[in-house]
């Protein structure tokens, strides 16, 4: 199966990032998913087949889905004839906002780099949970952990006060709400279909109208197996963890000699193929269709 890795259109670059690269489409953007995989913050060699399809088609559906909890950036998946054919299945068309400068994190179950801190402090991010948690426990509520935003390098968990400095107290608390709602309605839906979200990573931005007044909605990807964490929910059920995300990846990654910094070593084909059929898998549990 072939990937795409690289893009090259005759349009203005607005920015390219570790997996989508964004271009000027007269008075709006065309954000196209590439096939890059990005681990650790480190791009990787190999193209993962079919993700960008994945995360396009799968953040439409969520676009969709949410628009009664907060107006988003999607316009259409329509694309002009001048777009290259490539950039199809993989690219929207989306408004132009200001990205706002923290990533809105909201954790429903506890692992991860939260479990670790949970381990070492009984805390994770600066809130305190309670005693006696394990790897994969369900928190009482979901929480809110934003980061900051890194244009290189790796993002940093910070506390609510810290994001407050940042984007002010006001915009914080609303996007904090809007996230957390997003979430528990994408856990809903996710657990009627079989699966578990675990955690999702949400990017929020404010919208200039022709009058000059400004709103925020919801950018960039919504609740794909990038941005998010998603187990099989039968499996939890007996016990285990079997992710249908990115952190198939990350788990074997973690069995390297390697030091998470760049050049990134080779990713087997097994792997690239396995990491495949778990977004699939994702997609179509989802949205109860196969992509097509």
Same mark, same amino acid.
């Given at each position: 199966?072939?990937?795409?890795?690289?893009?090259?259109? %005759?349009?203005?670059?607005?920015?390219?990032?570790?997996?989508? #690269?964004?271009?000027?489409?007269? #008075?709006?953007?065309?954000?196209?998913?590439? &096939?890059?995989?990005?681990?650790?913050?480190?791009?990787?060699?190999?193209?993962?087949?079919?993700?960008? $399809?994945?995360?396009?088609? +799968?953040?439409?559906?969520?676009?969709?889905?949410?628009?009664? !909890?907060?107006?988003?950036?999607?316009?259409?998946?329509?694309?002009?004839?001048?777009?290259?054919?490539?950039?199809?299945?993989?690219?929207?068309?989306? =408004?132009?906002?200001?990205? +706002?400068?923290?990533?809105?994190? /909201?954790?429903?179950?506890?692992?991860?780099?939260?479990?670790?801190?949970?381990?070492?402090?009984?805390?994770?991010?600066?809130?305190?949970?309670?005693?006696? +948690?394990?790897?994969? %426990?369900?928190?009482?509520?979901?929480?809110?952990?934003?980061?900051?935003?890194?244009?290189?390098?790796? #993002? $940093?968990?910070?506390?609510?006060?810290?994001?407050?400095?940042?984007?002010?107290?006001?915009?914080?608390?609303?996007?904090?709400?809007?996230?957390?709602?997003?979430? @528990?309605?994408?856990? /809903?839906?996710?657990?009627?279909?079989?699966?578990?979200?675990?955690?999702? =990573?949400?990017?929020?931005?404010?919208?200039?109208?022709?009058?000059?007044?400004?709103?925020?909605?919801?950018?960039?990807?919504?609740?794909?197996?990038?941005?998010?964490?998603?187990?099989?929910?039968?499996?939890?059920?007996?016990?285990?963890?079997?992710?249908? #995300? @990115?952190?198939?990846?990350?788990?074997?990654?973690?069995?390297?000699?390697?030091?998470?910094?760049?050049?990134?070593?080779?990713?087997?084909? &097994? !792997?690239?193929?396995?990491?495949?059929?778990?977004?699939?898998? $994702?997609?179509?549990?989802?949205?109860? =269709?196969?992509?097509?």
């Amino acid at each position: 199966m072939e990937t795409l890795t690289q893009t090259n259109a %005759s349009l203005p670059v607005f920015r390219k990032g570790k997996v989508r #690269d964004t271009y000027v489409l007269d #008075d709006t953007l065309l954000m196209v998913s590439t &096939d890059r995989l990005s681990a650790f913050d480190v791009v990787f060699n190999e193209g993962i087949p079919e993700k960008g $399809a994945v995360l396009n088609n +799968l953040s439409i559906f969520w676009f969709n889905q949410t628009r009664h !909890i907060i107006p988003n950036h999607f316009i259409s998946d329509q694309l002009p004839k001048k777009v290259p054919k490539e950039f199809h299945r993989r690219s929207m068309i989306v =408004k132009k906002s200001e990205p +706002l400068k923290i990533e809105c994190i /909201v954790r429903g179950y506890l692992t991860g780099s939260g479990w670790k801190d949970y381990q070492k402090t009984g805390k994770v991010c600066g809130i305190t949970l309670p005693q006696g +948690l394990k790897n994969g %426990s369900e928190l009482p509520e979901p929480i809110f952990t934003p980061s900051t935003k890194a244009d290189a390098g790796h #993002d $940093a968990n910070i506390t609510a006060d810290e994001a407050k400095k940042i984007v002010g107290e006001d915009t914080f608390n609303f996007v904090r709400e809007k996230a957390i709602e997003i979430y @528990k309605f994408g856990k /809903v839906h996710a657990n009627k279909c079989g699966l578990i979200l675990v955690d999702t =990573k949400f990017e929020f931005g404010h919208l200039t109208a022709e009058d000059g007044r400004k709103s925020i909605i919801l950018i960039d990807e919504c609740m794909t197996p990038d941005s998010s964490r998603y187990w099989i929910k039968a499996d939890y059920d007996a016990g285990k963890l079997t992710s249908l #995300d @990115k952190q198939y990846v990350r788990d074997y990654l973690e069995t390297l000699n390697w030091n998470k910094t760049p050049p990134p070593p080779p990713l087997p084909e &097994d !792997i690239v193929q396995k990491t495949t059929e778990r977004y699939l898998q $994702a997609y179509k549990m989802l949205t109860g =269709k196969e992509l097509k």
